[in-house]
């Protein structure tokens, strides 16, 4: 009876542990990690549990390296490796599969106030390293709000990252500028880490 076995919780440790177990794509490690750092943030703002959001930042994308351009399965898959590794923590696991909405092939919805924040908070790593990738100094400190602003209006820039997953922060408390502010200030303080 291996249910019974179960983890329900998972600690950042542990986390690494399967980060770097499944996620081999440099890129891919960037993102999370930043996925990650903005989650922590976020989650001291909102006076939530930093570790938990912190976590669930970092194993989003946990089967991109093994879904590779079907992304029928993506989330899913994440949630099945989880498992396999025997975890079980719904909350982690819905806002994992909710992020998918619009991509993945099933029903993937966002619908609690973690799943929207986890799908603004991945989508606005994209629109923040394509940034940084054209600033002179290629470095996060001294981004300005208005900056982000203005490439996330202009739908040519990054034109794959979901803006509407980032507007929609706004219905969850809190500003579209507190949050971008939120967002640089965590990737600054890992900026020797992800190479900003
Ligand atoms: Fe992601």
Redesign the pocket.
């Known amino acids: 009876m291996t249910f019974l076995l179960m983890k329900t919780k998972i600690n950042r440790e542990d986390a690494i542990v399967l980060w770097n177990k499944y996620l081999k794509t440099e890129y891919l490690k960037l ?2 990690r930043e ?1 990650e750092a903005i989650m922590r943030k976020l989650a001291l703002h909102f006076g939530e549990d930093e570790e938990f959001w912190g976590v669930t930042g970092l194993l ?2 946990l089967d ?1 390296d093994i879904i590779g351009n079907d992304y029928k399965e993506h989330g899913y898959k994440t949630v099945e490796i989880l498992k396999k590794e025997g975890y079980d923590i719904p909350e982690m696991f819905e806002a994992i599969i909710a ?1 998918t909405e619009g991509v993945s092939g099933y029903d993937a919805k966002r619908k609690t106030k973690f799943d929207f924040i986890l799908a603004a908070a ?2 606005i ?1 994209g629109i923040i390293s394509a940034y940084i990738a054209i600033k002179p100094d290629k470095k996060i400190e001294g981004t300005k709000v208005s900056s982000l602003k203005k490439k996330l209006k202009s739908k040519a820039f990054a034109a794959s990252v979901n803006r509407p997953f980032i507007y929609d922060i706004e219905n969850q408390g809190i500003e579209l500028s507190v949050f971008l502010s939120i967002a640089i200030d965590a990737l600054t303080e890992i900026a020797d880490e992800i190479g900003m």
Do not use: K, R
């Open positions: 993102h999370t996925s989003h994308d991109m992020h991945e989508n790593t």
